[in-house]
């Protein structure tokens, strides 16, 4: 594990720097959802997910289990966003940050499998400026092959899917 001190002398590893940038990301898709109208879930988030088609509203819940995945372990998310409206078998959004080159882009094929096996629709959030721009491609083109994958997106083409409307 690489590791660096910061100004106040802290040691901080590459893995803390990499929770702190991708949870920039999730930040930006909380924000994105609440300025559309979208409320935090916070109650019973562990039932969520099976009483999904019950619930009302426009609103959201993070990092929240989903099922299982391709290796038959638990499935948890970044974003469940629940509205009926726009989205009727609700929507999940997957945030991958990667700032620096490494191995995330090889993960891709095993979050695609889930989500597959999920068949929740899912829009893929990549950004920063490590991932293999093959890896976005490769990510793009399986849109078009699987119902269940509607999207992969930079924040940049996320927000212009929000101007359009995209979540209601």
């Known amino acids: 594990m690489a590791r660096k001190k910061n100004s106040s002398s802290e040691i901080i590893s590459s893995g803390h720097k990499a929770n702190k940038t991708g949870n920039r990301l999730e930040r930006f898709v909380e924000q994105?959802?609440?300025?559309?109208?979208?409320?935090?879930?916070?109650?019973?988030?562990?039932?969520?997910?099976?009483?999904?088609?019950?619930?009302?509203?426009?609103?959201?819940?993070?990092?929240?289990?989903?099922?299982?995945?391709i290796y038959e372990t638990i499935r948890k998310v970044d974003f469940l966003i629940i509205n009926h409206d726009v989205f009727p078998d609700d929507l999940i959004i997957?945030?991958?940050?990667?700032?620096?080159?490494?191995?995330?882009?090889?993960?891709?094929?095993?979050?695609?499998?889930?989500?597959?096996?999920?068949?929740?629709?899912?829009?893929?959030?990549?950004?920063?400026?490590?991932?293999?721009?093959?890896?976005?491609?490769?990510?793009?083109?399986?849109?078009?092959?699987?119902?269940?994958?509607r999207g992969a997106w930079t924040m940049k083409e996320f927000q212009t899917q929000i101007n359009n409307g995209f979540l209601g």
Do not use: H, M
């Open 32 to 69: 994105a959802l609440q300025a559309n109208g979208y409320i935090e879930f916070w109650n019973y988030k562990g039932q969520l997910f099976d009483n999904r088609k019950v619930i009302g509203g426009k609103q959201y819940a993070k990092q929240v289990y989903c099922g299982k995945t």
């Open 94 to 149: 997957e945030c991958k940050w990667q700032q620096v080159s490494g191995s995330v882009d090889e993960k891709y094929p095993f979050l695609l499998f889930n989500i597959i096996k999920t068949s929740v629709p899912t829009v893929i959030l990549i950004d920063g400026d490590g991932y293999r721009k093959a890896a976005l491609k490769f990510l793009k083109d399986e849109v078009s092959k699987t119902s269940a994958l």
